[in-house]
């Protein structure tokens, strides 16, 4: 059986990561992002509800008296 040559195995997996890096670095490159992003404030509504204006309780079945 012969035996398994491993010689070039460093030299193409060197290879594949620098190609590999090379490409994503080229994908990011052609994104555009924002340089300096801020928020916008937004503007909130305040809306009447019904039971803001009412006393409500609520009861638990559990603390009910026996």
């Known amino acids: 059986m012969p ?3 491993t010689s070039t195995w460093l030299t ?3 290879s594949m990561f ?6 994503f670095q ?5 994104h ?3 340089h300096n992003p801020e928020l916008t ?3 909130m509504l305040k809306q009447n509800t019904p ?3 009412k006393w409500t309780k ?3 079945p559990l603390l009910l008296p026996l």
């Open 26 to 30: 080229l994908k990011v490159s052609k």
């Open 58 to 60: 609520i009861y638990l």
């Open 41 to 43: 404030p937004t503007k």
């Open 3 to 5: 035996q398994l040559d």
């Open 51 to 53: 039971w803001e204006t």
């Open 12 to 14: 193409m997996i060197l």
């Open 32 to 34: 555009n992002f924002y």
């Open 18 to 23: 620098l190609t590999l890096f090379i490409i």
